[in-house]
């Protein structure tokens, strides 16, 4: 059972560089959501996709886009990387979007901006 | 939002229950109860989740007040692997999210 997969799990960027952060999951869910943990803090939601086709904002978009590329992934891109978004990024997907069940999260990757 | 109030940390020692407390004193009639778990280096686990009345599942139990303003996780016989910070999350029934607070580090003695 692969469940979420998030891909690259750690990832070095400078300054104004682009990057996506892959996810993909194999439980044909519908909702899947992206999330971003600061040292000794909860998560906090990005964006979040509630069905194949649809994207809405979270808690903290700024700085970050998305793309549901199919009803398996959800990818994340920063455009122009800030030391700001030096953070652990978490890929979730859950069966609906309003939680009803247990979300999935992906194993995390940790991103450094420097 | 209705908001949780969790303890930063608690200790416990291996192979005795451990009883960790959550209190949501704004809780609405048709809030959530959830609990995830997250172990050191990975994503948050879903542990249980109830609205009114007690839970049970393989892995913990569930609590609820009679007046729903708290909540208690009950781990049965504490293992070193449920060392982890556990998070209490109030769901509104057609929220879209789940807004996690910073949790209770749970720490499990030998």
């Known amino acids: 059972n692969a469940g979420v997969t998030q891909t690259p799990k750690f990832q070095v960027l400078k300054t104004g560089q682009s990057m996506t952060l892959q996810c993909a999951q194999d439980m044909n869910h519908n909702s899947m959501y992206w999330y971003r943990q600061d040292p000794g803090m909860g998560l906090r939601l990005i964006y979040y996709s509630a069905s194949e086709g649809t994207t809405d904002k979270g808690e903290v978009p700024n700085g970050y886009n998305v793309s549901r590329l199919n009803k398996r992934e959800f990818s994340l891109r920063l455009e122009s990387a800030a030391p700001s978004q030096t953070s652990v990024y978490f890929c979730a997907s859950s069966e609906q979007d309003t939680f009803w069940r247990e979300a999935f999260f992906g194993q995390g990757t940790r991103l450094t901006v420097v | 939002d209705a908001k949780t109030t969790q303890p930063n940390s608690m200790e416990s020692n291996e192979e005795e229950p451990v009883h960790l407390p959550c209190n949501h004193s704004?809780?609405?009639?048709?809030?959530?109860i959830h609990w995830y778990r997250q172990l050191p280096s990975q994503g948050p686990e879903y542990v249980i989740h109830?609205?009114?009345s007690n839970v049970n599942n393989r892995m913990a139990s569930l609590a609820i007040a009679e007046d729903r303003k708290s909540s208690t996780l009950i781990l049965h016989r504490a293992t070193l692997r449920d060392a982890a910070v556990y998070y209490c999350i109030l769901r509104t029934g057609s929220a879209r999210q789940l807004t996690f607070g910073s949790g209770t580090q749970l720490t499990v003695l030998p």
């Open positions: 704004t809780i609405s009639g048709t809030d959530y």
């Open positions: 109830g609205l009114t």
